[in-house]
C-alpha cells in the first residue's frame, strides 16, 4: 500500500514537472504579431519608378506603428481602417530608383513587434 503511493506521488510529480517546463499556451497567445498580406504589386513584379504599392495588415494596435521603408529610406504611407479591423497601407514607390530590385520594407506593433515585406523590380 505505501509503495503504491509513493509510485503514484513520483508519476504525479513527473507529469506536473514537464508541464511546467514549456509554459503554459497562455503565454503563448499573449504575443500576437501583426500579419501583413494582400501585397500590390505581386512580388518580384516588375514596376515602373513611383508606382503605387499597397498591403494589408492586421493585429495592430496602434495604426501609427505601422512603418515601411525601401532601401533604409523611410516612405510615407496613407494608412486606412477597413470594416474587419484590418488596415489598408498605400505608398508609392521612390522616383529615384530605377534598374535595380529593392525590398518593401514593413514593421509594425501588436502586441509583440512584426515585420515582413516582399521584393519588387523596378524598371527603367
Do not use: H
Not at 503504491?4 to 504579431?33: D, E, F, N
Not at 515602373?48 to 498591403?55: E, I, K, N, R
Not at 515601411?68 to 497601407?89: A, H, M, N, Q, W
Amino acid at each position: 500500500m505505501k509503495l503504491a503511493s509513493v509510485l503514484s506521488c513520483l508519476i504525479l510529480m513527473a507529469a506536473s514537472g514537464q508541464t511546467w517546463a514549456y509554459g503554459s499556451s497562455s503565454s503563448q497567445k499573449a504575443c500576437q504579431k501583426p500579419e501583413f498580406s494582400d501585397f500590390t504589386p505581386a512580388d518580384k513584379a516588375q514596376v515602373a519608378p513611383g508606382s503605387l504599392f499597397s498591403f494589408r495588415v492586421s493585429g495592430v494596435s496602434d495604426p501609427s506603428s505601422i512603418k515601411v521603408t525601401i532601401k533604409e529610406e523611410s516612405i510615407p504611407v496613407k494608412v486606412k481602417e477597413l470594416p474587419s479591423k484590418r488596415y489598408e497601407v498605400t505608398g508609392n514607390l521612390p522616383q529615384a530608383l530605377k534598374g535595380n530590385f529593392a525590398r518593401i520594407n514593413l514593421s509594425a506593433e501588436g502586441k509583440c513587434k512584426g515585420s515582413g515585406g516582399w521584393l519588387v523590380k523596378i524598371t527603367e
